[in-house]
Structures are given as C-alpha cells and as structure tokens.
C-alpha cells in the first residue's frame, strides 16, 4: 500500500514533463493523449480478480466512532502538509529566496513527499501503524511550528521539505493504521470512507488558507491552521485504541 500511495505523487514526475513539452509546442488538447493513451494501456494489463470456489466471508461492521476517527486522522493530518505543497513557492519568496532557490524548494517538497510515503512501508516494519502516523504528525507539526518564526531562506525551504515528509508519512501510513483498526475483511469499505478524509482536505485546506491570507494579509496564518489541525489529529492517534 505505501508503494501504490507514492505512485500516486510520482504521477507529476511522470506526466507532468510530457504534458510540459506537448503545451510548450502549441499541441492544445492533443496533449491529453499522451495521457489517454497510458491509462489505455494500464486498463488492458489491469491485474484481474480471481473468483473464489466459495462465497466470500462478510465483513465484519466498522464501528461510526471508528470511522470518524480515522477520518479525522486522515483529514486533519493531511491538511497541514497540502497547505505547505501550496505555499512552498510564495513562501520562499517572501523571505528572500531567488528564483532558484523557490525553484529548488518546491523540488525539495515533493522529494520528501515520496520520501515519507515510501518510508512508511519499511518503518511499517518494526513500528506499529499508529507509531508511524503519529510521528509523521509530531514532525509535520513541529515543522509547521517552526515556520511560523523569522527563517531565512533556506531554513524555509528544509521546514518546508520536513513538513511534507510528515505528509507522505501520513498519507501512506492511515491506510495501514485503516487496515490494522478494521481488519483485512472490512479494510476496503472502511478506508474507502477514510479517505474522503484526504479529499475534503485538499478541497478545504487551500481555500481556506487563501481565504486567511486575504483576512490577515499574510501566509503564516494558513501555516498555523494547518499546524493546528495536525495537533488535532496527534491527539486523536495518540489516543488511539485497536478495536
């Protein structure tokens, strides 16, 4: 599951150049195709389900108090490293970054997205679940603290990269903290609702950011909410019980 979640922010790496090329030479919407004709080919080698010889064991029912748990987790946790994705750039121009240098923290803070969402399989392997996501939250939560005080640059730019790799860990990690807490059977229809958590995140998270930004006419204001929402889901994974 880590490995498919960081295959999920490498899809910028790998569309993003092509789709790069194809605008840049005036090729309008025939650069979809390029896209459409990947997804046509991963539809065709699409791995296909075995049937089982016998019915399938119901799932057992995933508790509302559970799900509204993992929600929280989820939603609450990923906001904090979405709103740095989004401020990376004004952010490190604000306090003195060059054109390069806003360049290279944005590079930096994807980097240590796929970072954390790759490390949170091989951490996932000597430490619990709910260990992994709760200190991707503490380090994504101090990183955010962080910047809230006068940094320099490049300062800016490593808090940056902390706080998205506290994201990534976040964003691999509550799928095995989902399975652990619902078991294998009811893992798809529990985090299939959990993660709507992530969606209402990115939805919520930027708008409300900008719309800080516009109240109090500076960014760190986006950077507190966001470092308060991952307090929140700090406190909800350290008080986590396995069902």
């Known amino acids: 599951m880590p490995l498919v979640v ?17 605008v840049a030479a005036s090729a309008g919407l ?3 195709d390029w896209v459409a ?12 389900r075995r049937e089982a010889a016998s019915a399938p064991t119901p799932a ?5 108090h559970l799900l509204l748990r993992l929600w929280v987790v989820f939603a609450a946790g990923s906001l904090g490293g979405l ?27 994807a980097l240590g997205n796929v970072s954390g969402r790759l490390g949170a399989g091989l951490l996932a392997r000597r430490l ?10 503490a380090l994504g939560g101090l990183a955010l603290a962080l910047l809230l005080l006068p940094t320099g640059p490049v300062a800016t730019a490593l808090l940056m990269t902390g706080v998205a790799l506290g994201y990534g860990l976040t964003a691999a990690g509550v799928p095995l903290l989902a399975r652990r807490a619902a078991g294998p059977e009811a893992f798809a229809h529990t985090f299939g609702i959990v993660f709507t958590g992530w969606g209402a995140a990115g939805l919520i998270g930027p708008w409300l950011a900008a719309d800080l930004r516009d109240r109090t006419g500076n960014r760190e204001s986006g950077l507190a909410l966001g470092g308060s929402l ?14």
């Open 6 to 22: 960081a295959a999920f922010r490498l899809e910028g790496a790998a569309f993003g150049a092509i789709l790069g090329a194809s």
């Open 30 to 32: 025939q650069s979809l």
């Open 37 to 48: 004709a990947a997804l046509a080919v991963l539809v065709r080698h699409a791995p296909r």
């Open 60 to 64: 057992p029912p995933v508790g509302a």
């Open 83 to 109: 709103v740095a994705l989004g401020l990376a750039q004004p952010i490190s121009a604000d306090r003195g970054a060059g054109a390069w240098l806003s360049a290279a923290a944005v590079v930096a803070v």
């Open 128 to 137: 619990a679940p709910q260990a992994v996501v709760g200190g991707a939250q």
């Open 230 to 243: 991952v307090a929140l889901a700090a406190l909800a994974t350290g008080r986590w019980t396995r069902r």
